[in-house]
């Protein structure tokens, strides 16, 4: 089968790889219909390399069940499915807890274990979700990046009226701009350097946007929210910068949590880190997309929104590619040589897959 191989910082080949086969009785065999790039992928593409010389990658995903264990119960070949990523080891004293984001020996496919950037994957079936009929594959894809925006915003507690920021409209961040609204967010405020991502954020149901690139985004805040601030600050952006910046769009006593991935040391001005004392926040820290009972209900709530176009990913896709055109993608996305957005493979062709 074609897989997109990664061996080194900027070294991804698409090239021949085996087809997964059954080994364990709970093995369920995927043909993947649609894939996507996570915001991680590029940071890994980039700086880190692979884990594993020659990995297939990948972990967000839809496709067709090909092929199951013999005790296999709720899945069947033919079901449209996404999958969770997520592998707990199961033993440790947080997998004991049903705490499986926690996990101290937890994976992800793609990392050690072969992903979905592939013509055919393997997952257990307690890891398989299956999608409702009016699902398209595309959308079926986004399931797991939704999942990661909702366990971060489930932390919070927010409540019906309140006012939510958002910094940083990559995917996490326009899925936190759903859920927000879903859950009854007054006002979502959108937060960004970039005029067309702010527009994009507007069109998948911000209420106002803020380009921090126009003054403090906390300034800016004050005069959408007359001087209150946000109930709910998120930070999905990732950025040395927006991680201290998002200190400040909490009110006093409000609640921020931190779903992007910083990769390099942060410096926090004192102005904002005394935020956190002097307006007494509440910081969550939120990992992975799991919970218990395993996968968690994050999936579970993912899949009902998707069905009913509540939770709608279809604007935010910008590329729809074959896997032979990775490596092209990947570098356009280093060298920031064109707007990107959300980026889709077709492992096995476009011509298989109906277009909405």
């Not at 999958?83 to 992800?108: D, I, Q, T």
Request: glycine share 10%.
């Amino acid at each position: 089968m074609k897989a997109l191989n990664l061996y080194g910082p900027r070294d991804i080949r698409c090239e021949e790889a085996p087809m997964p086969t059954i080994t364990k009785d709970d093995d369920v065999i995927i043909k993947v219909m649609v894939s996507g790039i996570c915001g991680s992928d590029g940071h890994r593409y980039a700086l880190l390399g692979p884990y594993i010389e020659g990995m297939t990658w990948g972990h967000e995903f839809s496709g067709v069940v090909h092929e199951v264990g013999k005790e296999v119960k709720n899945i069947k070949v033919g079901d449209k499915v996404s999958g969770c990523p997520s592998l707990y080891c199961g033993h440790c004293e947080f997998c004991n807890k049903g705490e499986f984001a926690r996990c101290e020996n937890l994976k992800v496919i793609g990392a050690r274990d072969p992903g979905a950037f592939a013509q055919y994957v393997k997952i257990p079936e307690e890891n398989v979700v299956k999608l409702p009929d009016n699902i398209d594959f595309e959308t079926g894809s986004m399931v797991e990046p939704a999942c990661v925006a909702i366990h971060g915003l489930y932390k919070t507690n927010i409540q019906a009226g309140d006012d939510v920021c958002v910094m940083g409209c990559g995917t996490i961040g326009l899925f936190a701009i759903q859920w927000a609204k879903i859950l009854g967010a007054k006002k979502v405020i959108a937060v960004d350097i970039d005029d067309a991502k702010l527009e994009l954020a507007r069109k998948m149901g911000a209420t106002h946007t803020i380009n921090s690139l126009n003054g403090e985004p906390y300034k800016q805040l004050e005069e959408i929210t007359d001087g209150r601030r946000a109930d709910v600050a998120v930070e999905s952006a990732g950025s040395k910068i927006t991680s201290a910046q998002v200190l400040s769009l909490a009110r006093k006593g409000g609640k921020v949590v931190y779903l992007g991935i910083p990769y390099g040391d942060i410096t926090i001005d004192r102005f904002y880190f005394e935020r956190i004392v002097r307006n007494e926040l509440e910081i969550h820290g939120s990992w992975n997309s799991v919970s218990a009972p395993f996968p968690g209900k994050e999936w579970e709530t993912t899949a009902y929104f998707m069905s009913t176009g509540q939770i709608d990913p279809h604007l935010m896709i910008s590329h729809r590619l074959e896997l032979e055109e990775g490596s092209e993608i990947f570098e356009k996305l280093v060298e920031k040589s064109e707007p990107i957005n959300k980026v889709l493979f077709y492992p096995n062709g476009k011509d298989a897959y109906e277009f909405k």
